[in-house]
T-cell receptor, first 109, second 115 residues
C-alpha cells in the first residue's frame, strides 16, 4: 500500500497551545494535502503543498514538506476547541489520492 | 450549491443482499471517487472515475461495482453484501486528477452495516 502514516495517532492539548502532527509516505508524489474530519462528517480540505515547495502557510496552519525524507508536518498554532477533529494527509499520485491513517486531535478548553 | 451529496445516510443489510449507493455533485467536476473508511485504516479508494462513462479500480475494488452514466452521478453497487463490507462510505469529487494541484470535495458519508 502507498498509504501514508500519521504520527501521533492521538494528541491532546490545552486550548492556546500549538499542535504538530506528522505524515510519512512511501513513494514519490505530485503533491500532499491535509484534510480535517469532524466526528461523523466528511473530510474537508485544509491545505495543499506541491512537491517542489518546502513550506506553506494558511491562517493558523503551517505545512512543511521534506521530499528527501518523504515526510510532512502540519502545525496548528494557538489551537481552539473547534480544532478538535481527525487530521489526515493525502498524497496525490497519478489519478489517485492515498490517505494516511489520521491523527485524532483533542483540544481541551 | 449543494456540493457532494450521498444517498442514503444509513443502511442495514443482511448478508447476501444488494444495494446501490448514490453520489451526486453539482460542481461540474470530472473526477469522482468512492472510499471506505474503517477504524484505524484511514480512507481506502474503492473505485474512481475520470469522466462520464469511465471507471477504474482503486485499492480495494473487490465486491463492488460502479457506474458513471452521467457526469454528476457516481453509483457504487454491492452485489452480494458481506459483513466485511460494514464501513462508512465516502464519495468525493475533484475538478482534475491527483497530478494537478486541486482538492477533493467530500460528501457526508453513508454508514453501512451488514449483518
Amino acid at each position: 500500500s502507498q498509504q501514508g502514516e500519521e504520527d501521533p495517532q492521538a494528541l491532546s492539548i490545552q486550548e492556546g497551545e500549538n499542535a504538530t502532527m506528522n505524515c510519512s509516505y512511501k513513494t514519490s508524489i505530485n503533491n500532499l494535502q491535509w484534510y480535517r474530519q469532524n466526528s461523523g462528517r466528511g473530510l474537508v480540505h485544509l491545505i495543499l503543498i506541491r512537491s517542489n515547495e518546502r513550506e506553506k502557510h494558511s491562517g493558523r496552519l503551517r505545512v512543511t514538506l521534506d521530499t528527501s525524507k518523504k515526510s510532512s508536518s502540519l502545525l496548528i498554532t494557538a489551537s481552539r476547541a473547534a480544532d478538535t477533529a481527525s487530521y489526515f494527509c493525502a498524497t496525490g499520485i497519478g489519478n489517485q489520492f492515498y490517505f494516511g491513517t489520521g491523527t485524532s486531535l483533542t483540544v481541551i478548553p | 450549491n449543494a456540493g457532494v451529496t450521498q444517498t442514503p445516510k444509513f443502511r442495514v443489510l443482511k448478508t447476501g443482499q444488494s444495494m446501490t449507493l448514490l453520489c451526486a455533485q453539482d460542481m461540474n467536476h470530472e473526477y469522482m471517487y468512492w472510499y471506505r473508511q474503517d477504524p484505524g485504516m484511514g480512507l481506502r479508494l474503492i473505485h474512481y472515475s475520470v469522466g462520464e462513462g469511465t471507471t477504474a479500480k482503486g485499492e480495494v475494488p473487490d465486491g463492488y461495482n460502479v457506474s458513471r452514466l452521467k457526469k454528476q452521478n457516481f453509483l457504487l453497487g454491492l452485489e452480494s453484501a458481506a459483513p466485511s463490507q460494514t464501513s462508512v462510505y465516502f464519495c468525493a469529487s475533484s475538478k482534475q486528477g491527483a497530478t494537478v494541484y486541486n482538492e477533493q470535495f467530500f460528501g457526508p458519508g453513508t454508514r453501512l452495516t451488514v449483518l
